[in-house]
């Protein structure tokens, strides 16, 4: 069974501080990963893609992949009230499916 | 763009009754969709994998019956929900997966909020 593990937290963060959020993965054939926001009682909303080794950055927010060690995560630098909801890790699986993390929630304090 | 739209964002019906849920890719055309179901505090589910024009692979424990899936064109996929049971109350998302974009990047509808009574 191919899986993605996640903290579930919560994780709580100071507004302003990092909040670093992870994710491994158990299918070494994987290529493509992604993290998606989910808030409270609404659908996943993409937050960035990521598909070779090191970080991409985009904004506030910094993928990281290391496929040797199976592991991506997410920063969020500067943290805002907003950011807080659930942080979705996504792995790409056979058939185009996406398999999914069971999400870390991340609650960030003013 | 990869904007995805569904229809209707909550029902409500009675136990017995079918209810079909519309998910549409608004500005791109989605050789695949996928059809979630989640549960309040818990993941998504996936339920099925829909190619348009063939016919839809469910996910094991899902009843094929009972959820039926229609990917009739590359814009339009439908969940009809038959005889529905208070059990089945849940959270119905949709997403889908195009040729441009993204390697691999699905795009979420806003979701469907179903409640059986």
Known sequence: QKEVEQNSGPLSVPEGAIASLNCTYSDRGSQSFFWYRQYSGKSPELIMSIYSNGDKEDGRFTAQLNKASQYVSLLIRDSQPSDSATYLCAVNSQGGKLIFGQGTELSVKP | ?117
């Open chain 2, 1 to 117: 763009g990869a904007v995805v739209s569904q229809h209707p964002s909550w029902v409500i019906c009675k136990s017995g009754t079918s209810v079909k849920i519309e998910c549409r890719s608004l500005d791109f055309q989605a050789t695949t969709m996928f059809w979630y179901r989640q549960f309040p505090k818990q993941s998504l589910m996936l339920m099925a994998t829909s190619n348009e024009g063939s016919k839809a692979t469910y996910e094991q424990g899902v009843e094929k019956d009972k959820f039926l899936i229609n990917h009739a064109s590359l814009t339009l996929s439908t969940l009809t929900v038959t005889s529905a049971h208070p059990e089945d109350s849940s959270f119905y998302i949709c997403s889908a997966k195009g040729l441009a974009g993204p390697r691999d990047t699905q795009y979420f509808g806003p979701g469907t909020r179903l409640t059986v009574l």
